[in-house]
């Protein structure tokens, strides 16, 4: 086994980097094509989902496999080689079948255990087909990972750990609240007419959307998504089909928007959907985003009042029994110091006070306060403040004293301006993205009244959500799976060498059979027959134990050189190998031409 796979995904790249290299079907057919024409490799299969970009292939040469398959995605993504290759992943042989295995499981999804997966590899599958750049290897290949799959969400529990990237999408669009309630009454426009969008459409009508638009280039196919929607079983929801020129009147009517097309551009800019908005959002005019600081809902206000109990601008929180005499000129002091307001957590002889000091000066100040008078006081402190100690005063300036030494003075410390945060106006409109490239323009995450959840926040809420148990259990199914897929790629690969020592072994019996019709002219067909079969009984007897053995050796690791020690104990023609394995994969793929 040859297998090879060159990627890109969700964990290896940036969205941004996923989003320049999604390929779109044209780009594929063309990939699958020149795959395949490369001298590497025979066959070819291409996963292209909305966070993967995966390149199968059955290589001869390893080496040059990986360089000429990662020039080839380069090639066709439009990203160039250079920028593309810190992401790319190389899997070969056992590991390229356990990672997609892993990946018809959902384990490599952004939500585990989805299984969405299993759809986009059978289109994959049958797209190869179709080119006939898939042969025996990748038809066996696909078809088992199709069938691990299915096991993995049949026998475990994995379904618990994840949904559907749409259920995903909606739960974020909700905040965490039940996804029926939040969509139950809303009116929604889904952009797209294929997989993605009519599992997105299918769902929001479960959910119970009283309305439900669907927007498509293709008339016919947006007409018959709705006309399905509608005739559902236990759904009661208005669909209709609009052209793609109607989504700006449909935006100003819809609460959400799922948009997930194979558009190269952008499908709704952020003008759009302001325009869409306007007049929707309380205290927000033209739809625009609040004059916030970077868009994103926070202001700043220096003279704020933060929260809890003021303090008045004028009143030191430092007893008059402790403060120095003066903050313009205190007494004794060798030093001209500037005024410095008390600030709770500052000592006006502390930090505050030596803020922007020279090394040389600093030490003057230092002295002072180790040998200034200090004024008692009687009279308890009207509060409980809490200030330095002397010595422990001076060991602070001590510290500030050291990194004057290297830095030369001593850096301001400032407290933080308060920051508060201005509230957004509820969303009036909720935006899933579930494109790649994008179809909604990011700038729309700025605009107020307005939700928009994308592949890349998708990204980022899913590192988080939680795994289930049954995951475990997954991954031993997805390794027993894969160490039998070896041996039985391994025995069938030893399979054609066998075919080829029992066609040789039959020739060797006619030709002696016929050698024999010469010497005894007289025989008749009965006694014919008997030795006939008896001779062939012989040799089949005396083939029997080596070739069931050397089956079984051949499907264990390492067992792939038995075929090469048949064919050379046997003196068998390599050509006549070859020929039962052109004709074996024939075969294969004319048995899987139809549908996976």
């Not at 006939?532 to 089956?551: F, G, I, N, S, W």
């Amino acid at each position: 086994m040859s297998l090879l796979v060159v990627g890109l995904s969700h964990r290896s790249a940036p969205v941004s980097v996923l989003e320049r290299a999604a390929l779109s079907a044209d780009a594929q057919i063309k990939l699958l094509q020149d795959t395949v024409a490369a001298e590497p490799a025979t066959e070819a299969a291409v996963l292209a989902t909305c966070n993967r970009i995966e390149l199968y292939a059955d290589v001869d040469k390893f080496h040059a496999g990986v360089a000429e398959l990662s020039t080839l995605l380069a090639q066709h993504s439009g990203v160039g080689l250079e920028e593309l290759t810190p992401y790319l992943y190389v899997h070969y042989e056992d590991r390229a079948v356990h990672h997609l295995f892993s990946v018809a499981c959902g384990l490599d999804s952004m939500v585990v255990g989805e299984g969405q997966i299993l759809g986009q590899m059978k289109d994959s599958l049958a797209k190869a087909q179709d080119l006939h750049t898939a042969g025996r290897l990748l038809n066996d290949l696909f078809q088992q990972a199709l069938r691990v799959g299915k096991r993995a969400h049949s026998e475990t529990g994995i379904d618990r750990a994840g949904q559907s990237l749409v259920t995903f999408g909606l739960e974020q669009l909700s905040a965490g609240a039940d996804v029926q309630a939040w969509a139950r009454g809303k009116k929604a426009l889904v952009i797209g007419a294929g997989s993605m969008s009519s599992l997105a459409a299918a769902t929001l009508v479960r959910a119970g959307v009283t309305e439900i638009v669907i927007a498509n280039r293709t008339a016919d196919r947006a007409q018959r998504l709705a006309q399905i929607l509608t005739e559902g079983d236990g759904t009661d929801v208005a669909a209709r089909a609009v052209p793609m020129g109607a989504v700006p009147v449909e935006l100003t009517r819809a609460d959400v928007v799922v948009s997930c097309t194979g558009a190269t551009g952008l499908v709704l800019s952020a003008e759009t959907i302001a325009g869409a908005t306007e007049g929707r959002t309380p205290g927000v005019s033209g739809g625009t985003a609040a004059q916030t600081d970077g868009g994103f809902g926070r202001t700043t206000a220096a003279t704020t009042a933060v929260s809890g109990p003021s303090v008045p601008a004028a009143e030191s929180v430092v007893p008059d029994e402790f403060a120095p005499a003066g903050l313009d000129a205190e007494e004794g002091c060798p030093l001209d110091l500037p005024a410095v307001p008390a600030t709770t957590g500052f000592s006006v002889l502390g930090e505050a006070a030596v803020a922007g000091m020279a090394a040389s000066e600093l030490e003057q100040h230092a002295a002072w306060v180790d040998n200034a008078p200090r004024p008692q006081s009687s009279t308890p402190a009207p509060a409980p403040v809490v200030v330095l100690d002397p010595a422990e005063d001076a060991e602070a300036i001590a510290a500030l004293a050291a990194l004057a030494a290297s830095v030369g003075r001593i850096p301001e410390r400032r407290k933080p301006e308060p920051v508060v945060e201005a509230p957004r106006p509820t969303p009036v409109l909720f935006l899933l993205d579930l494109a790649m490239p994008r179809d909604i323009d990011a700038a729309v995450h700025r605009l107020a009244g307005v939700r928009l959840v994308d592949i890349e926040s998708l990204a980022e809420a899913s590192a988080d959500a939680p795994m289930a148990a049954d995951v475990d259990q997954v991954r031993r199914i997805v390794s027993d799976e894969v160490a039998a897929f070896g041996a039985a790629l391994r025995a069938a690969h030893i399979t054609p060498t066998v075919v080829a020592l029992r066609t040789m072994a039959a020739d060797v019996v006619a030709s002696e059979i016929a050698r024999l019709e010469g010497r005894l002219p007289g025989l008749d067909d009965k006694h014919r027959g008997e030795i006939t079969q008896t001779v062939k009984r012989v040799v089949d007897k005396l083939l029997h134990a080596p070739t069931v053995r050397v089956k079984q050796l051949a499907a264990e690791p390492g067992g792939a050189g038995y075929a090469d020690a048949l064919r050379t104990l046997f003196d068998l023609d390599q050509e006549a190998v070859a020929a039962v394995s052109r004709a074996e994969n024939d075969s294969e793929i004319s048995k899987n031409r139809g549908p996976a």
